[in-house]
Structures are given as structure tokens and as C-alpha cells.
């Protein structure tokens, strides 16, 4: 079933002991609290088990997976690790990954059946770059990326994803898309999954909506029917930021 989803991405931010503190004051601010959300935080590798531990009502992410199994790849950490330490999630694909790390979808697809292997959910990121949008080839470029990096999946894996539009330009910039450019790009994203696995799990799909949203432009954003949530960077460094996104739903 599409759940409605906020989910956290710290980034490289917070030191473990920032992290604990976050997880204790959104732990508190959630108790009681009837959410029409689910709601995740993604945090580096080294805060998991001790995060995962301590959250109450809210699931744990990790930023990032290896392509690989195990074995010798000095200072990656794999699916299984990960699944070991209590996170439920994996943000794959992530623009930044892409730009910084040289994520290619080939690469990516490795990472998306090695976190369901493990029983791990991928948030799979995708989202033109600024010249893209500007040249009207927004679509395509989400179109290609979902292709290449998923439709090799079956459907009954397919089924188990969330997705994540995320508009580089829109990343940590503080313009947001307005939320007919989302939902509009959200629909699209929506039509190429059921051409591909058929209406019922595209209806199913939850797709966020990433890029400079707050507290401000959730409400709106959330209010579109493609739009089913949202991932968050700079805003889920604090719980007084975070929260009222939460509870824009
Ligand atoms: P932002 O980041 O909310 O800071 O724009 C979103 C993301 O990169 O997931």
C-alpha cells in the first residue's frame, strides 16, 4: 500500500552524540503523538546501531550501501551490515552520490538487490540537474535514471521501493520546486512505473519529494496527490524543524 512518508537525510552531519541527542528529543516529541506518516531518519554508517536502538516511532536509514557483497573492500559497508545494525531503510542514489562518487545506474541496481536481499528498503533518488530542467528534459531524465537502474527488478521487488524525486537544483538551495512542478513530474514518475509493472503497483508506489522542503512548503507540497512525502536534508537537523513537516500530514 503508498504510505505517506518523511524521511530525515542528515548527510555528514552530527557526531554520534548529537545524533543520540536528536533521537531522545524527537522520541519525546513524538510520544502520544497520532502521526498520518511514517517517519525516518537517515544517518551515516557509524550512528546506526546506537540510533536504531534508541528511536521510538520513527525507523532508522542508512545514507549509503557498498555494490558488493563482502569481502575486501577496505571501507565499505555492506547491505547485511547494515540490515545487522536495526536500520529498516537505505537511501540510494542520492544526487551527491551520484555527483561526488561516481554512482552509476549500473552501479546502483547492485545496491538496490543487495538492500533487498537483506530485507532493507531503498529510497531510490532521482532528479535532473538544472541545465536538464532548463532544456525541458526533466522527464526524460527521470524516466532514464528509474529504467536503467530498476526496471531490470521484478515487480514483486519493484513493489517493495520508495522513491525519491529529488531536483538538484532544489537540493540545499533553498528554491524548492513549486508543487505543480512536483506533481506534475510526480505523475510522470507515476505513468512509466505502470507502463512498466502495471497500474496497481504504480498507484502503490510512494514517491517523495525532495529539495529545500520545510516547514514552510510541506503542507502544500504533501497536498498533491502524486506527492507522498518527503526527504529531508537541512531541515531534519532539528527537531523543531523537523516535527512540523512531520506533522504536515
Ligand atoms: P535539502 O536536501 O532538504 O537540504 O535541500 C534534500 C536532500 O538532499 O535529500
Redesign the pocket.
Known sequence: MRKNIVAG?W?MNKTLQEGLEFTKELNAALAGKELNCDVIIGAPFTHLASLAGEAKGFAIAAENCADKESGAYTGEVSASMVASTGAKYVILG???RRAYYGETEAILTEKVKLTLANGLTPIF?IGEVKEEREAGKHMEVVEKQISEALFGLSAEDFAKLVI?Y?PVW????GLTATSEQAQEIHAHIRSVIANKYGAEIAENCTILY?????ASNAKELFSRPDVDGG??????LSVDQFLPIVEAF
Open positions: 537525510n548527510k542520492h544526487s551527491e533518488c525519491a529529488e532544489a537540493i540545499g538551495t525532495g529539495g529545500s522542503c520545510k526527504l529531508i536534508g537541512g531541515a531534519s
